[in-house]
């Protein structure tokens, strides 16, 4: 009785095991809405759109260098002489200044700063795509990596089922010196060898669960509420052809690479301000004065003064000369970055492909192998019915099925992030495309 309550407490188990896994939900948590909420919310995009908008801010900050320098002074009070060749006292006096200053040469200094400015928030923006990007694609993983460790402790649950069925055994435990039959061990073997995945594969999945909450900030997660995304056909368009259309289209494209170019170009800008250290400046003001009984004088007059002043900075041509050589150094060591950054560049998109094309023919593969594996299985079943083979081909049968199924849910998730990968190295991934918006389905392998 207590054997027949335990197989079917294992059933109950299985078939429970399998509806959380299996049936679709009708409040689906997609994979583009959780993306969408995150890239709202995250602290990384959060600061990262503040950067854009301070950097935004800088290049008018630097523009305003140009705009002409306005102010208006007031003073007011009582002015008193006493004991000197001629006193005076008045009541009260007061001063108007209105002052006008203009920059209007400085060697190309200033100018060397708005351009690092407006590069500086290209920059930024850049940096904003990659972190939008990467988060995007730690969010599919972190998505698509339950719902894989979901479908393998399915598996590993279906399987170690199977094979206490199979093999008849219950308890696991032997003691030495038992005299069991070889075929009994060996079973039981078999049986500790399936209970073991499970173990293995329930930790796999508690620790997906809590890669989930912990990036999308949940509490909890119902792993029947995820369903596979499928990818656009125009997404799957972007996709390069062949290796060297992903090079060619990595180097225009990249954001890595661009944003080395710019530390190029920031460097130039740098050794150009440097140079300006050495060269003269020129400014330009003009003043305007109404002065009421002030200066110790009775009755009001009023002042004008307009003046250009240059100056040629002597002591600069060795005092700035140290700066002037490290900002020169610096653009070397740019221009030496840019050249590794190009061969990186080159690598991640050779990278990029080589993991694509190999995820698209693993994943034919791997649905192939389990088609197969579920035919072996059914026949062995079968031939064990019939007393034509022995237990241990069924569970041979069933270690392969169970094997296949882990492969075709690894390399279907592969696929994905693959294409995510590739296109965020030639810098054309956006967020709409991480699953077609229109209809459900199973993963699209269609070029």
Request: proline residues 2%; hydrophobic residues 40%; charged residues 25%.
């Amino acid at each position: 009785m207590n054997l027949l309550l335990k197989k079917t407490a294992l059933s109950l188990t299985a078939v429970m095991t399998f509806l959380i896994f299996s049936i679709p939900s009708s409040n689906a948590e997609r994979l583009s809405s959780m993306v969408e909420q995150i890239l709202s919310s995250h602290e990384d995009i959060v600061n990262s759109k503040k950067e854009v908008e301070e950097a935004s801010r800088d290049v008018t900050d630097a523009l305003l260098v140009y705009a002409p320098d306005l102010s208006v002074k007031y003073e007011a009070g009582q002015n008193d002489k006493y004991n000197a060749s001629s006193n005076s006292q008045i009541d009260g006096f007061d001063t108007f200044d209105w002052t006008w200053k203009q920059k209007i040469m400085d060697s190309g200094a200033s100018m060397a700063d708005v351009r690092n400015k407006r590069i500086a928030l290209e920059k930024k923006e850049l940096e904003f795509i990659s972190a939008r990007n990467d988060l995007l694609i730690e969010a599919a993983d972190a998505y698509l990596g339950l719902i894989k460790a979901s479908e393998k402790l399915e598996a590993s649950v279906a399987a170690e089922e199977n094979t206490r069925q199979t093999t008849g055994q219950e308890e696991i435990r032997v003691q030495v010196g038992s005299g069991l039959a070889s075929d009994v061990l060996k079973a039981k073997r078999q049986l500790a060898s399936a209970q073991k995945t499970v173990i293995t594969d329930e930790k796999s999945f508690k620790s997906a669960i809590y890669t989930y909450e912990k990036l999308f900030n949940v509490d909890d997660v119902n792993v029947n509420s995820l369903t596979k995304p499928r990818l656009a056909a125009s997404t799957i368009s972007m996709v390069p052809k062949s290796m060297e259309a992903t090079v060619v289209m990595a180097l225009s494209g990249n954001r890595d690479l661009q944003i080395a170019k710019i530390d190029v170009e920031t460097a130039k800008n740098d050794l150009a301000s440097a140079l300006a250290n050495f060269g003269p400046t020129v400014d330009a003001e003009a003043k305007y004065s109404d002065k009421n009984d002030a200066s110790h004088t009775g009755g009001s007059h009023y002042e004008e003064q307009i003046k250009v002043t240059v100056e040629f900075p002597i002591s600069g041509f060795y005092m700035e000369m140290p700066g002037y050589l490290n900002d020169r150094s610096a653009l070397d060591r740019a221009i030496n970055d840019l050249a590794l950054k190009e061969r990186d560049t080159v690598k991640a998109a050779k990278d990029a492909w080589v993991e694509y094309a190999n995820a698209r023919t693993m994943l034919s593969y791997s649905e192939n192998e389990a088609t197969i594996a579920k035919e072996l299985l059914s026949i062995a079943q079968k031939e064990r019915a019939a007393d034509q083979t022995d237990a241990a081909a069924v569970l041979a049968a069933e270690e392969a099925l169970e094997g296949a199924l882990k492969d075709l849910s690894d390399d279907s998730m592969a696929l994905l992030t693959t294409v995510y990968e590739i296109l965020d190295v030639i810098n054309l991934l956006e967020p709409d495309m991480v699953e077609e918006s229109v209809r459900e389905g199973t993963f699209n392998t269609s070029s």
